[in-house]
């Protein structure tokens, strides 16, 4: 398993947010995130206001890595669909590439059939859009020498100890 | 696996506390959660079990403001300690930046703060990560209770290889921040010296690693090995991790969702976790044909032919009485007689004078009409009610 990092630029958000609004408005889905699988929120478009969208990712990237352990005991590579059904709002998992997952939140507006047509179809151009993070040439975060002071001042800051 | 996003201009790191069962990873996580400022955190997350024992992982974002133009985030993990939840505490360890072992100073703990420590080894082979190359501290919690180990027996045995260490009562809190603020900087520091570089090809692993692995732009940070060489004469030792003597004021914190209480969440939950599709291209292009089959059934069933009659309907239905036919050259034969008494308009003599009775005769047109009158449906019929209505005297 890889240890590099993942580095992720506007243009590629810009895309990624578009090809999302497209298929929020295809599907009349609520709204879409795209997660890392280690739990990191990339993106996300719609109506995410009422939503705690950080430990959503989180929590979603936890259940799809259990559900791929899931997978792999009972034989299979991947489970690369999830489909979660509520009594008023659905959610859809798809896995986009390697390290990535697709989150489309639905009500009663649109039928599953929808979301998994448009998902399925915008995940091709999702996967092309994240996976060449990797080729392209970084122009690198440079962290200046006052970095560490500036931490270490904000850690401080935060975490005051009382003893 | 540090992530960053130019677009949103963050850095986020991820934490993990590691442990034996009840060592009080989840206890160092609720005093964080309790005690740091509600704009720098967000919700704490528990997947716990009615006996308040971790099942899946705590789960606690930090957001520590911005630092040169980024903000700077942590995730912060615990996993469960329980020696039987091991398939999820790999799950949980993955990306991990930065750990912390919390271990059980207690003297009856020590084989099992033993077997923790070589499992999250292990674990992280199986990862491909090596753990020497990860930001690890170690806190000895419960130094507060009454039978514990001494420090340079735990230091011995759980840390030959010198890393930075607390100890800590998480239950007051003591050493909590400590631990948390070494880390944060350890994972900080090793961010700064990659200068977020492309990944490069890591040197081979000694355990078979399914991909190749990649440890990250630079060569790994050299360990802090060295202790401290004089303890504070308080008993908690410091780390040989530098924290300035007078602590500098910001003012510029991203506020996160305010949120006053941690929630636990049960394992059982009201949404149906229902379906999961497997990707399996020919059982779906099985299925396609099978569904493209059907569809065209039905669109066959469904044509009509030619001479507007469904086949498919024939057998179903004798429509040999209805002469079904577009030829009409019979249709005056076939018209039926007029009433005697009815008389086209031309017929009438329109004298100018005003008295029509003598000239038009009655008719009665119930009698001469050759077609069924249509019956009403009872609820429209009017009951009761006779209608009589007069049209130039015609009707009476």
């Known amino acids: 398993m890889s240890r590099e990092q993942q580095v992720l630029y506007e243009d590629q958000i810009q895309q990624v947010d578009q090809a999302l609004t497209r298929m929020i408005k295809e599907a009349e889905a ?5 997660v890392d699988k280690d739990g990191h929120l ?32 009972v034989g299979e590579p991947e489970f690369s669909v999830l489909f979660h059904q509520g009594k008023k709002d659905h959610i859809h998992i798809s896995l986009i590439g390697e390290r990535t997952i697709m989150v489309v939140i639905f009500d009663d507006r649109t039928t599953i059939g929808m979301v998994r047509l448009y998902a399925k179809e915008i995940g091709e151009t999702l996967r092309n859009i994240v996976e060449n993070t990797e080729e392209r040439k970084q122009d690198g975060l440079e962290l200046g020498k006052d970095f560490s002071e500036s931490a270490e001042a904000k850690l401080d800051d935060i975490f005051q100890d009382k003893f | 696996m540090v992530s960053i996003n130019y677009a949103f201009k963050e850095i986020i790191s991820k934490i993990v506390y590691y442990g034996p069962g009840l060592s009080g990873k989840t206890t160092n996580l609720q005093y964080v959660f309790k005690e740091i400022p509600s704009a720098t955190r967000g919700e704490l997350i528990s997947l716990a079990t009615d006996a308040d024992r971790t099942l899946y ?7 520590v403001g911005k630092i040169q133009g980024f903000a700077t985030k942590f995730q912060l993990y615990t ?17 991990v930046d930065g750990l912390v072992f919390v271990a059980d100073s207690q003297a009856s703990k020590m084989d099992e703060n033993i077997e923790s420590l070589q499992n999250l080894k292990d674990n992280l082979e199986e990862y491909g990560y090596d753990i020497d190359q990860i930001s690890m501290v170690i806190q000895y919690n419960k130094r507060d209770l009454p039978d514990i180990v001494s420090i340079d027996q735990l230091e011995s045995i759980l840390n030959p290889a010198g890393l930075p260490y607390f100890e800590a009562a998480a239950v007051t809190g003591e050493g909590v921040f400590k631990t948390l603020k070494a880390i944060c900087k350890m994972v900080l520091d090793q961010l700064k010296s990659k200068k977020m570089e492309p990944a490069r090809q890591a040197k081979p692993q000694p355990v078979e690693a399914r991909e190749p692995v990649s440890v990250g732009a630079a060569v790994a940070q050299p360990r802090a090995p060295e202790k401290p060489s004089a303890r504070v004469p ?3 030792s410091e780390a040989a991790v530098e924290v300035p003597a007078t602590p500098v004021r910001s003012t510029d914190k991203i506020s996160t969702p305010n949120v006053e209480r941690a929630v636990i969440l049960e394992p059982e939950i009201p949404a149906n ?14 299925e396609e044909h099978v569904e493209q089959e059907v569809v065209e059934e039905r669109t066959e069933r469904a044509t009509m032919d030619g001479d507007g009659t469904d086949s498919g309907y024939r057998e179903k239905y004798d429509v040999g009485h209805l002469p079904l036919t577009n030829d009409y050259s019979d249709f005056e034969r076939k018209q039926p007689e007029r009433p005697s008494g009815f008389t086209h308009a031309h017929d009438y003599n329109f004298s100018g004078s005003g008295d029509y009775s003598s ?7 119930k009698a001469n009409l050759p077609l069924k009158k249509p019956q009403m449906a009872e609820s429209r019929k009017v009951k ?5 209505f007069g049209l130039f005297g015609l009707f009476r």
């Open chain 2, 359 to 365: 000239d038009v005769p009655e008719i009665n047109l």
């Open chain 2, 234 to 236: 308080n008993g908690l």
């Open chain 2, 79 to 95: 996993v469960p300690g329980q020696v039987y939840y091991n398939a999820t505490r790999k799950l949980v360890l993955r990306g």
């Open chain 1, 42 to 73: 990339i993106t996300r478009q719609g109506f995410t206001h009422t939503l705690d969208t950080t430990a959503l990712a989180a929590l979603l990237a936890g259940s799809f890595a259990s559900t791929r352990e899931i997978a792999r005991l």
């Open chain 2, 384 to 388: 009761g009610k006779k209608k009589k």
């Open chain 2, 273 to 286: 976790v229902v379906v999961s599709d497997a990707v399996d291209e020919r059982r779906s292009a099985r």
């Open chain 2, 57 to 63: 992982f705590d789960f606690l974002p930090v957001n």
């Open chain 1, 30 to 34: 609520k709204c879409a995130l795209l």
